[in-house]
């Protein structure tokens, strides 16, 4: 596991905006799995700003979100294929059938799950998975638990969860789905690099515990420590509870 620790979490985010600009220009068909959420906002604008330079080009690169809330259409403003589409598919050349999202609101979300996670098999696999960390420790929406699954599923979401999303739904945590589609740990690890950005002092804790603590299907992402070629790229914040 490598660890960067960047001044802000501002160039944390440019720093892997870089990264995935640079491995776009060394293999064009790039399959990447990527976030939603707050922390990845600034990565997204700054691949937007490195696009608009001409030196981010998503022509022939290939997309699939870590994860969407049941019940929600993909045209729902709280849906995370419209934070796609705000943030990133409006803004650059990515081939609208090339950009995956689990639909939200398929007649059988546990086909919907299998469906994907086949369309992930069929692009030939990640090559890179971009995530960011919950405050509880999950990746994707893969929650803490006794168990976690490996391959895309239906997750029931935790209270904290819900609560962490409530801005887009009004500011009312009831009116978070309850369900969302996320791809298992299995399927993030199967990338053949994954990207960690975490930013803030209200991550600190979990960083630590992520990075240095006990692999447990109680701190999800602290199965990233198995990974073979892990980057994680924190800001000062973030990395507080390191000894860096
Ligand atoms: P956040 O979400 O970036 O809004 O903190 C991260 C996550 O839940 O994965």
Avoid at 100 to 115: I, K, M
Avoid at 206 to 220: E, N, W
């Amino acid at each position: 596991m490598m660890i960067r620790v960047l001044p802000s979490a501002r160039r944390a985010a440019e720093a892997v905006a870089r990264l995935l600009a640079e491995c776009l220009a060394a293999e064009p068909h790039l399959v990447l799995a990527l976030p939603t959420g707050r922390t990845p906002v600034d990565m997204y604008s700054a691949l937007v700003r490195l696009h608009r330079r001409g030196r981010a080009d998503f022509s022939r690169a290939t997309t699939f979100n870590l994860d969407e809330f049941v019940g929600l259409a993909a045209e729902t403003r709280a849906s995370y294929r419209a934070f796609m589409r705000r943030h990133l598919l409006d803004h650059v050349n990515l081939a609208a059938g090339r950009a995956h999202v689990p639909r939200g609101d398929a007649q059988s979300p546990a086909r919907e799950a299998a469906r994907y996670e086949r369309a992930i098999a069929d692009s030939g696999g990640l090559d890179i998975a971009v995530l960011g960390i919950g405050a509880n420790g999950h990746i994707g929406f893969n929650e803490p638990g006794p168990t976690l699954s490996a391959r895309t599923h239906v997750v029931r979401l935790t209270l904290g969860s819900r609560r962490a999303n409530r801005a887009a739904f009004g500011g009312r945590t009831a009116n978070v789905p309850t369900h969302a589609i996320s791809m298992g740990v299995g399927t993030i690890l199967s990338a053949d690099m994954v990207v960690l950005l975490a930013t803030g002092r209200a991550k600190a804790r979990i960083v630590q515990k992520a990075l240095t603590g006990p692999i447990t299907t109680r701190v999800p992402a602290s199965l990233l420590q198995t990974h073979p070629r892990c980057l994680v790229v924190l800001d000062r914040a973030a990395a507080g509870g390191l000894r860096t």
